[in-house]
Every structure is written in structure tokens, then in C-alpha cells.
RNA sequence: GCGGAAGUGGCGGAAUUGGCAGACGCGCUGGACUUAGGAUCCAGUUCCCCGUGAGUGCAGGUUCAAGUCCUGUCUUCCGCACCA
């Protein structure tokens, strides 16, 4: 018998589609329904790594499957081209970032056509490409004209080893999420996206997601932050001003005995000049501001303040109370001041206790015996309002809308809502991205670049040094411009845009990915988006997933989609581990994918991954499964050869004929087809739906010396290829021509289940006793429940049980079981 | 602290609606074939005091019946974290 080489017919099939364009999509197709399979495009770091392999071996199956099924199916790839490593390949190995870039999208591509993935390559997409970039460009121009992009001032995140400012979601733990180095503040003028005025949107369009991991649409929820409470107007009389305060208690305003403000609050300034203790709070304020995050948020930082000596007045009851400065206070969040309520918020208790400032019983428990003395933290429970004027006596939540009313009443106040989520801070102080398509002019102020003059190309002129700050501003080609408006003298933007920007409008060019009229015809884009099946990592749970988003809501508004949500439906497929943790360089444990399928081909390669673990979980890397793998897949090219000759007569199944043996291989055959069909549509779980082809292939073998009837061999053989073809496609090729069969398998249509096969004239009924497995019976599946419960009980096991005590009854299941109850 | 997910054999995992716990694979044990096998095929493999036994992190509860539902609790992982 031939020998299963995998390296040698993997390259022949590879070749052959490529050759017959098997995986070219047409767009819009009479008849057929439209199907949208999507993996997270890479970034080109030159190697494919296992969880690529994982990504693209379940967005592979998904794809293959639902053409079988005689979807017509997008199934796309592309490369997140754009960033920081390719920069600094430039400094350390004086290579340019574009020929590092595109050699490891060529590497990678033919790493990704080995794995034998169905992708339509003629949609290619790569965001570093000017034919790409020219449209991120045009889309930051339609958001800059919604007002939706605007460039200010700002305390930003910096990564000193980046050289680079980061958004809020690339910040994780206090450290660059590339790079891992902590992030310290920085003034900086800056590009924004206005995520913000989509906050609600994006929080509430959550509900519309029932295809999303709740994991995930949690992550988003907390991200968003939205809460709802009040802003209270506190005068400050000595100075003649304001200070307003966001809070969500405003039922605790009478137990206010002090407020804070943020270091880098404006009135900070004011209240402070000329004390005699001014330069000791500057020197503080200076300090607070300079902390990083890493000392802001680690638990050992303690809450420190200065007072500012000045004095607020409560407009509730009309108390004065100290205005304090203090480290804990966030600038960017509500209003940057807070009231301070020590007895019924515990950071306020802290902060209370550590200074000695006054604390005063506003809402009381339920027997009224709340006292200061026997407190030993804030009381946060809910209870009854005292020393709270008109208010006492009320419930404190039914007192908050009662309270933000008679604020509102009183003009010192009003409701809002706040959210955490910040702008999208976007600029990147980097060559290796789109450049921001705007020009500064003396006369007109900030211009953008006429649509006819996009793109605006990365310049070639530019040197790599470590250390360097915005490289496109030493490059006087780039920088000096004329300005479009006036024709004067002028100056561009040097910053680029955050690569996420790229990211969050590919899966939508693909469908149109060769327009050179716009990013994309709305058409052809309506036709094929959503996104069906998106599949990727979790760690993009808030950043890709939420920019994606809220992209889509604003390219709608614009009129350029007709869809509100870009992914229908979300799989979060988990890591790929080895020796119980993540592979990485530096913990020596990385298993490399050529070598993987060098040695077994890619068949077995996607097999293992897929079969190791269900998609969402992580998944522990075994040489000894990848053996079982390439096992399986020699099992079933001997089984199918060994009936090789039979299959060729090809011959339909006599069901008239079968014999009970063949009877129950061919009720497997049907099961099987069931289940495959609905773990891979229903369900995700490839892992089941493998592990249930190799029991088919294990009865096959098991009935292998029966005379098997050829129609029906015939049609076990087919149909094992058929459903295994989605997950290992070269081997399930291969064999399809051996045996004769004409066409691709992969353009074959999807088995389906004859449902009067899978019903066994004979079934086994568990007969338990008071709960517990007593007996089995095998009776016909036609007998009735009567006969059922009185041939049970009177097995010759379960009458000895059951003798002499009480029946209390029978629970009788049809098809499982029979419980026989007894005292 | 808040939020989320998960705890099942030696290992990866299965049990979809409350109905035989451990499918399938790995590993291990034995047999067959063989000059030989680390190939292949077949069989066995939760544990123990080996029976009317125990068993899905732990302790309770509901039910004829619980890995699955309820209450409490422990552990691990992940996300957010002074957000007022």
C-alpha cells in the first residue's frame, strides 16, 4: 500500500487551487447566501507563531465548512502592517522599514499557503501600502469634518523606550503594552478621536451582540464606565468663584466637611498664590503630577494632601469647608474635585482620619444606632437620611433624585452622567505609520490635505537613531509644505496615527480591497458585512474590538455603511501553551509551526490544534498529541485504501439489504454526520465534532472484516472525507481522487444526515434502583412505557432488590431509563 | 475592593435539556503479527478495603435522580482598579 506523504501532496493540492483559484470570491452571487469568516489580520513580525496557527486553523474550518454548505464565503487575510518593531529593525539592523516589513509579509504568506488556508488572496490587504494608508487618511478627514477629530493639550501617557504617546486601552498596568515599560505623564499637544460622544452608544448597542463572549461585553461595560449621578456647585466666597463637584451620592451632600481638588485643577493656582506656605504645596503638586502610574495605582501609595486654606460653602445647609489638594484625585475623571463624605465613603475615611478633619452621621442602619465611636470604616449601605435638613427621614436612594431636584431647583447643580472611557488619543510621535493628513499654515491656521492630494506619502529621506522623537519632523521634505488654502508657506503635521486606526476599518476594504475611488463601494460593503465569524484573541477585548466599533457607529453616521456593528458574532480563542505558560523566546518553550508541519505536514499540524482543546480555552502544547494526530490521519488513509477498490465501483447503499452489523455502521455514519454538523455550526467545539470522526473511523475498522456491502463502504468513505476535509484538506484531496471521485472535495456539498438511520431497533435502558444502576435491559424502541416499567421490574436482579418493600413508583424516561423507587 | 471565568482519572479533555460520570486522544499494561519493532491490529486502563463500596475543589440543600439547579465556602486564572 502507497504510504501517506504528507509533504509531498500537501504542496501538489496547494498548488492546484492556487492554479484553479478554488478560493476566489466573487462578490454578490445570485442565489447564494452570503457567508463572512473573519481572523484577526497579523502583524508581520516574520514567522508565524502557534497561536497564528490556532487563529487561522479555526477560521479555516469555519470558512471551508460553510462553502460545503453552499454559502458563498468571504475568507480574507491581510497584514496590521504599520508600527513600532519594524522602526526599530531600522535602527538596530540599518534596514528600511518598508523592505522589513513586506519581506515579512512575504515570509509569512507562504508560511500561511503551506498551512493550506482557503483565503481569497486577490483581497489582500496591507495597511502600510500607500493604496491602503491614502484611505485611513480620508477616513481621519471624514471623522475631522463630523467634528470627531480635534488636536489639544493634554497630560498623555509616554513611553520612554517607544519615544511615543499611547491611548488609555494601550496602557496596561501602568506599562506600554508593547514594549512592557512603564508609562510616565506628559504635556503634550495631541490628536484625538472623539470615542466619548459615542460612550452611550457604544455601552448600549452591547445588548445587540448576542454573538459575543459575555466576557468580553463585561470587559467593554467596565471600560465605558457609565454612571450616573449629579455635579453640585460649591461658591468659594473669599475668591469670587465656583468649584463644581461630580458625585453619585448626592444623597450624602449634608455629611460633606471637606472637598478636594486634582493637582492639575485650574483653581488650584488661584486659591494658593501668595500663602505663606505656597512653595511647599507647588513642590507637592509638581510632585503628585510627575507621578507615574505605577506609583499612583500600587497599593502601597498612600492618599496624601495639603490644605489650600481656602474655604468652600455648601450650598445644602451652608457649612464651610476646608478646600484640600490631594494625590488621589483624578484630573481627567468627572470635574476633577470631589467632595469629601468621611462616614459614608471609605477612601474619605482614610483621607479623614490621616489629617483629622471632621466627620459628621448623615444616613443611618436600620435599628438607628450608627455612632461615630463604634465606627471603625464608612458606612456605604443604604438606610435612612438624619442631620439632613428637609431630607431627614428619607430613604437615602429615593433621596438622590429628590436632592439632584431641589439642586437643580436652586441652580447649584444638576444630573449628569459620567463615563470613564476617555478620547482616543491617536498621535504617535512615529515614522512607521499614516501620516496624519493635516498642514498648519500661519494664515489659515490647521488645513487638511485635499482629498485629490491623498495620500500623503511616508518620506524616504529619513534617518534612524535611537532615541529619536518624531522622525518625519527632521525631514525637511516632509515638513516644509505650501498650504492648500492660501498657497503660502507651510508646515505638516509630523505625528502618525495610532496603527489601531488602520485596524479598524480593514475588515470592511476587504470586501472592495483594489477601489482607487474610495475606501470602499458602500454597496459591496453593505452586501457583505457584518462580519459573520470574527475570530481572535481575548487581548483585544477593549482595544481593537471597541476602536472597531465605535468606527463602524461613526462611518454609518457619515453615510458611508448601512450597518451599526461590525462583528455578528465573536470567538476568543485562547492561548497556545507549553509547560504551563505562554510560549515565549525568553522562557525557551516556543514551538515553531514550520517545523511542526515539516515533520508531519500541515494536516496533522491543524488537526492537533483544533482537536487539543475547544476554542476558547487555552491550549497545552503536546508532541505526543501532534503523534496521535498524524496516527489518526495514517488510520484513516489505510481504512480507506484497504476499500479502495470497492469505493470505485461507486455504488449507492441498498438500505433494504443492510444487515444488522451494517445496519449500526451506518447508523454511526448518520450520527456522526449529525453531530459534526452541529458542533462546527452550533457549538464551536471542533474538538468534539474530531473526536466523534474517529469513532466513525474506529467502527469502520471494527466492521472492516464484514463483507461489507459496497454502497455502503462507498458511502461510509465519502462521507468520513467529506466531514473530515474542512479540518485536515490535503489528505481528504488526496484520497477523493484516489478513489475516483471528480471535482475538489472542497467544492463538494456538505453530507447530510438521514435521520431514519440514526434510530436503533434495539436500545439499552438503564434499570436503576432508588437511583442507582441496578441492571440494563435491551428491549426494542418501539415498546411502550407500561411494557417498559413491567419488564423492568421483573428482571430476576431487580426483583430480588425490590422484594418484599414498597414500590412507592416508577419514573420511567422513554429511551434511558427506568428509576424504580422503593421503601 | 469590584467584575468575570474555571476547578472532573496519571495527562489533554467529554457529558448540548437534571437521566449510565470519564466519550475521544495521550500515556501505561497485555495480546496478535513479526528475525525485530519505537510500525500496525486487538483488548484493558477513575479509585479502593473489590461490593448492596466510594467518586466531578470543600460543606450543606432541593430532587425518584445533581458534574449540571440552590446556599455558603476555598483555590486558580483573567479584566478593571483611589473613577468620587
Redo the contacts with the bound molecule.
Keep these: 500500500m502507497e504510504k501517506y506523504c504528507p509533504q509531498e501532496l500537501e504542496k501538489k493540492w496547494q498548488e492546484q487551487w492556487d492554479k484553479d483559484g478554488i478560493y476566489t470570491t466573487i462578490n454578490n452571487v445570485p442565489g447564494q447566501k452570503k457567508y463572512y469568516v473573519l481572523e484577526m489580520f497579523p502583524y508581520p513580525s516574520g514567522n508565524l507563531h502557534m497561536g497564528h496557527v490556532r487563529n487561522y486553523s479555526i477560521g479555516d474550518v469555519i470558512a471551508r465548512f460553510k462553502r460545503m454548505q453552499g454559502f458563498n464565503v468571504l475568507h480574507p487575510m491581510g497584514f496590521d502592517a504599520f508600527g513600532m518593531p519594524a522602526e526599530n529593525a531600522a535602527i538596530k539592523h540599518n534596514v528600511k522599514p518598508a523592505d522589513w516589513t513586506y519581506a515579512n509579509m512575504d515570509n509569512m504568506i507562504r508560511q500561511q499557503k503551506q498551512m493550506g488556508l482557503s483565503y481569497d488572496w486577490n483581497r489582500l490587504v496591507q495597511t502600510c501600502h500607500p493604496d491602503y494608508y491614502r484611505w485611513t487618511q480620508y477616513l481621519f478627514e471624514v471623522f475631522y469634518k463630523k467634528g470627531l477629530a480635534y488636536k489639544k493639550k493634554a497630560t498623555a501617557n509616554w513611553c520612554d523606550s517607544c519615544k511615543t504617546v499611547l491611548a488609555n486601552e494601550q496602557v496596561?498596568?501602568g506599562r506600554c503594552w508593547r514594549c512592557d515599560s512603564p508609562v510616565i505623564k506628559k504635556d503634550l499637544a495631541q490628536w484625538f478621536l472623539k470615542i466619548t460622544d459615542y460612550a452611550d452608544t457604544l455601552l448600549k448597542d452591547l445588548d445587540k451582540l448576542p454573538g459575543w463572549p459575555?466576557?468580553v461585553k463585561?470587559?467593554q461595560h467596565?471600560?465605558i464606565?457609565r454612571?450616573e449621578?449629579a455635579e453640585i456647585i460649591f461658591n468659594i466666597p473669599n475668591f469670587k468663584e465656583n468649584v463644581t463637584v461630580?458625585?453619585?451620592?448626592p444623597d450624602t451632600a449634608f455629611g460633606i466637611t471637606y472637598m478636594v481638588l486634582?493637582a492639575e485643577h485650574p483653581l488650584v493656582d488661584k486659591l494658593i498664590k501668595g500663602r505663606p506656605d505656597e512653595a511647599q504645596i507647588r513642590d507637592f503638586i509638581k510632585r503628585v503630577h510627575n507621578q507615574s502610574e505605577i506609583e499612583?495605582?500600587s497599593?502601597k501609595?498612600e492618599?496624601e494632601g495639603m490644605f489650600t486654606g481656602a474655604y468652600a460653602i455648601n450650598p445644602f445647609n451652608g457649612a464651610k469647608i476646608p478646600i484640600w489638594i490631594a494625590?488621589?484625585?483624578?484630573f481627567e475623571?468627572?470635574t476633577?474635585a470631589?467632595?469629601g463624605v468621611p462616614t459614608h465613603?471609605s477612601?474619605d475615611w482614610m483621607f479623614a482620619g490621616k489629617y483629622g478633619l471632621d466627620k459628621k452621621i448623615v444616613i443611618t442602619d436600620k435599628e438607628g444606632k450608627l455612632t461615630l465611636d463604634a465606627m471603625t470604616d464608612a458606612y456605604v449601605d443604604d438606610g435612612v437620611l438624619v442631620n439632613s435638613g428637609e431630607f431627614s427621614g428619607m430613604n437615602n436612594r429615593k433621596a438622590i433624585p429628590a436632592m439632584i431636584d431641589w439642586l437643580e431647583k436652586n441652580k447649584c447643580g444638576k444630573r449628569r452622567i459620567?463615563y470613564?472611557l476617555r478620547d482616543w488619543l491617536i498621535s504617535r510621535q512615529r515614522y512607521w505609520g499614516a501620516p496624519i493628513p493635516v498642514i498648519y499654515c500661519e494664515k489659515c491656521g490647521t488645513v487638511l490635505v485635499p482629498e485629490k492630494d491623498l495620500p500623503v506619502r511616508l518620506p524616504k529621506d529619513v534617518k534612524f537613531d535611537p532615541g529619536v522623537v518624531s522622525p518625519l519632523a527632521h525631514s525637511e521634505s516632509f515638513v516644509n509644505c505650501t498650504c492648500p488654502k492660501c498657497g503660502g508657506p507651510a508646515k505638516r503635521e509630523t505625528d502618525t496615527m495610532d496603527t489601531f486606526i488602520c485596524s479598524s476599518w480593514y475588515y470592511m476594504r476587504y470586501a472592495d480591497a483594489k477601489n482607487d475611488k474610495a475606501p470602499f463601494d458602500k454597496d459591496i460593503v453593505d452586501s457583505w458585512l457584518p462580519v459573520d465569524q470574527y475570530i481572535g484573541g481575548?487581548e483585544h477585548?477593549?482595544l481593537h474590538l471597541l476602536y472597531s466599533r465605535f468606527f463602524t457607529k461613526v462611518l454609518k453616521d457619515a453615510g458611508l455603511i448601512n450597518f451599526d456593528e461590525p462583528f455578528t458574532n465573536l470567538l476568543t480563542q485562547g492561548m497556545v501553551i507549553k509547560d504551563g505558560s505562554k510560549m515565549s523566546k525568553s522562557l525557551g518553550n516556543v514551538v515553531s509551526p514550520e517545523e511542526i508541519i515539516g515533520k508531519y505536514g500541515a494536516d496533522t499540524a491543524r488537526l492537533f490544534i483544533l482537536?487539543?482543546?475547544?476554542p476558547e480555552?487555552?491550549?497545552?502544547w503536546?508532541d505526543?498529541?501532534v503523534?496521535?494526530?498524524w496516527?489518526?490521519l495514517?488510520?484513516v488513509w489505510?481504512i480507506i485504501l484497504h476499500f479502495a477498490e470497492e469505493i470505485k465501483e461507486n455504488k449507492t447503499t441498498d438500505v433494504s439489504l443492510l444487515t444488522a452489523k451494517e445496519k449500526e455502521l451506518r447508523r454511526v455514519l448518520h450520527l456522526t454526520i449529525q453531530?459534526v454538523t452541529?458542533?462546527i455550526a452550533?457549538?464551536s467545539?471542533f474538538?468534539?465534532a474530531?473526536?466523534s470522526i474517529?469513532?466513525l473511523v474506529?467502527a469502520f475498522?471494527?466492521s472492516r472484516d464484514e463483507h461489507l456491502q459496497a454502497g455502503l463502504i462507498n458511502e461510509t468513505a465519502t462521507d468520513l472525507l467529506l466531514l473530515l476535509a474542512p479540518f485536515s484538506p490535503h489528505i481528504t484531496e488526496e484520497l477523493w481522487h484516489k478513489l475516483g471521485k471528480t471535482g475538489s472535495i472542497h467544492k463538494a456539498a456538505w453530507p447530510k444526515c438521514d435521520h431514519s438511520a440514526t434510530v436503533a431497533d434495539e436500545i439499552?435502558i438503564?434499570v436503576?434502583v432508588?437511583?442507582?444502576?441496578r441492571d440494563?435491559l435491551k428491549i426494542s424502541s418501539q415498546t411502550s412505557r407500561d411494557d417498559l416499567k413491567k419488564q423492568a421490574s421483573e428482571l430476576p436482579h431487580i426483583k430480588e432488590l425490590t422484594n418484599g418493600k414498597n414500590i412507592i413508583?416508577i419514573?420511567c424516561?422513554p429511551q434511558?431509563?427506568v428509576?424504580i423507587?422503593i421503601k
Excluded: C, H
Design positions: 496596561i498596568e459575555n466576557r463585561t470587559m467596565n471600560w464606565g454612571s449621578g461630580y458625585t453619585t451620592r486634582a499612583r495605582t497599593d501609595s492618599k494625590n488621589y484625585v483624578l475623571y468627572g476633577g470631589v467632595m465613603d477612601r459620567n470613564r481575548i477585548a477593549i482537536f487539543a482543546a475547544p480555552r487555552d491550549l497545552e503536546s505526543q498529541g503523534e496521535g494526530a496516527r489518526f495514517n488510520r489505510r453531530k452541529d458542533d452550533a457549538r467545539n474538538n468534539t474530531i473526536s474517529m469513532e474506529n475498522y471494527t439499552e438503564v436503576q432508588n437511583g442507582k444502576v440494563k413508583k419514573i424516561v434511558k431509563l428509576n423507587v
